[in-house]
C-alpha cells in the first residue's frame, strides 16, 4: 500500500481562492478513499488468519463493530467490501482471488469511492455464473474503467448494456404471476391538531403520485401586483395534495359523497358562526376556528350542529346551503376556473363560494356563488379582498387599500 500524505490545511480558509479550495476537497477526498481501500487491506488480511484466532471474536464484522464502535449492521458493509475488493487465503494457504480484483484496483488509487463500488459490485452479482471468466473480467474492468471519471448514472447505463451483453434473456422468472405491488399508507392524528401522513409506494405508483403531484404544485405565477409565490417547495406539494383529495372526493363516483364534497360534521355556536369568532368542533375529534367552519361551509356537504347560548343544540342533522349538481354545472360554464384576478386554475380544482355568506342569510344561487380556487378562497375568507356580483351578473373583486388606493374592482382576464 503506497503512503499517502495528507494535503496541508490552511490556517484561514476564509482567504482561500476558489480553486485552492475545490483542489483541497479534491486531495481530501481522494485521502478518504485510499484510507478507506487501505483498510480494506487490513481486513482482508485479518479474514485470512482468522480473527477467532487473533482475538477471540467470531467474526470480523463482529470484531471490526467492537473496535470501530459501529452497530453490526454498519461494520458488514465495510468487511464484505474489504472481502470483495481484495485477496484472502482458504485454510491450506491457497490464495483466493478477489471478486472484483479491477474495482479494488482503482478503490486503492482513490480514483473510485464506497458508492460507486457498491454499485459495480450490484451489477456484477446480476451476471449469470455460467458466463465465462474472460467475459466477466472484461465487463468488471469496462465498469470500473468508466467509473472512475463518470458519474453513477453513466455506471447504471454500461451495466444494462453489459448485462443485456451477457445474459440477453434475463432472469428467469421465479412466480408464473407477479406479485402484488406493496403499497402501504398511515394517516395519525397529532395531539396538535395536525396530522402525518407516512406511506410506501412501489414505483409504478410513485411515478404517477410524483407526476400528479408535480402538475398541481408549480409555483402560482406572479401576480398583477408583483406577488410571487412564497411557498417552499413541500408547502406547494402539500396544497398540491388537498387539492388531488379534492378532486376525488368531487368525482361523481365517488362512494359515500355522490360527487358532493367533504361530509363534516360541525358543532359550533350561533354566534361563533355568523361572526366567525371563536372555535367550532370538527367531527368530534379536532378542532377548527368558526373562520375555517365558514369558509368550509361554502362547498361542503355539512351535517352542522349548531348550539345556542346554553349549549341546547338548535339544529341536528339538516343539509344546509349545499351547492347541487345543476348549479355547479352553470357555474363551470360561467366563470370557466377561479374568478379571482389572474388566476388560471380550472373549474375542477375550485370551490363554490358564497358571496353573501350563507350564514348571513345568503342563498344559495348562481347570483350569489362564484368559483375560487383553495388559495383564493381562502385569502377571501381571512384577507381584506372582497367580491361583489356586479351588474351584469359575473363576479369582480375589490383589492384592499395598501394595494390599490382607489380600490378599483377588478376581474380575471384569463378565463
Not at 214 to 235: I, N, S
Not at 280 to 302: I, K, N, P, S
Request: hydrophobic fraction near 40%.
Amino acid at each position: 500500500m503506497s503512503e499517502t500524505i495528507l494535503p496541508e490545511l490552511p490556517q484561514e480558509l476564509w482567504r482561500a481562492g476558489k480553486l485552492e479550495l475545490a483542489h483541497g476537497v479534491q486531495q481530501f477526498l481522494q485521502v478518504m478513499r485510499v484510507a478507506s481501500a487501505g483498510l480494506g487491506q487490513y481486513l482482508a488480511e485479518i479474514e485470512s488468519r482468522g480473527v477467532k484466532d487473533l482475538y477471540g471474536y467470531g467474526t470480523t464484522i463482529s470484531w471490526f463493530a467492537d473496535i470501530a464502535g459501529l452497530s453490526m449492521g454498519e461494520a458488514r458493509p465495510y468487511v464484505n467490501r474489504a472481502i470483495d475488493l481484495n485477496p484472502t487465503r482458504a485454510l491450506d494457504g491457497t490464495e483466493i482471488p478477489p471478486f472484483a480484483p479491477a474495482t479494488g484496483a482503482a478503490a486503492a488509487e482513490g480514483a473510485i469511492g464506497a458508492e460507486r463500488i457498491k454499485q459495480i459490485l450490484e451489477i456484477l452479482r446480476q451476471i449469470p455464473a455460467e458466463v465465462s471468466v474472460e467475459d466477466r473480467e472484461h465487463a468488471e474492468a469496462k465498469l470500473a474503467g468508466l467509473a472512475r471519471d463518470a458519474g453513477p448514472r453513466q455506471v447504471s447505463d454500461l451495466g444494462e448494456q453489459v448485462l443485456g451483453w451477457l445474459d440477453p434473456d434475463g432472469k428467469e422468472p421465479k412466480d408464473p404471476e407477479p406479485a402484488q405491488p406493496r403499497r402501504e399508507l398511515t394517516l395519525q392524528r397529532r395531539k396538535d391538531g395536525y396530522w402525518n401522513l407516512k406511506g410506501l409506494l412501489d414505483d409504478e405508483a410513485g411515478a404517477r403520485t410524483a407526476a400528479a403531484l408535480e402538475a398541481y404544485a408549480k409555483p402560482r405565477p406572479v401576480d398583477e401586483f408583483g406577488q410571487a409565490d412564497l411557498r417552499t417547495k413541500a408547502e406547494r406539494q402539500g396544497d398540491a395534495w388537498v387539492d388531488l383529495v379534492d378532486l376525488a372526493i368531487a368525482c361523481p363516483d365517488q362512494p359515500g359523497t355522490n360527487g358532493y364534497r367533504t361530509l363534516v360534521h360541525v358543532t359550533i355556536g350561533l354566534e361563533e358562526l355568523k361572526t366567525g369568532l371563536g372555535t367550532a368542533c370538527l367531527d368530534f375529534v379536532g378542532t377548527m376556528t368558526a373562520r375555517e367552519a365558514r369558509l368550509a361551509a361554502c362547498d361542503c356537504l355539512m351535517l352542522p350542529v349548531v348550539l345556542n347560548a346554553a349549549g341546547e343544540p338548535l339544529d341536528v342533522g339538516r343539509l344546509r346551503r349545499f351547492v347541487t349538481p345543476g348549479q355547479r354545472r352553470a357555474l363551470n360554464i360561467r366563470d370557466r376556473g377561479c374568478t379571482f384576478p389572474g388566476c388560471h386554475r380550472r373549474p375542477k380544482n375550485c370551490h363554490a363560494h358564497h358571496i353573501h355568506h350563507w350564514a348571513d342569510g345568503g342563498p344559495t344561487d348562481l347570483r350569489n356563488l362564484t368559483l375560487l380556487c383553495s388559495f383564493h378562497h381562502r385569502l377571501i375568507h381571512h384577507g381584506d379582498w372582497q367580491v361583489r356580483m356586479a351588474a351584469d351578473g359575473l363576479p369582480e373583486f375589490i383589492p384592499p387599500q395598501y394595494l390599490d388606493p382607489l380600490q378599483r374592482t377588478r376581474r380575471n382576464t384569463l378565463i
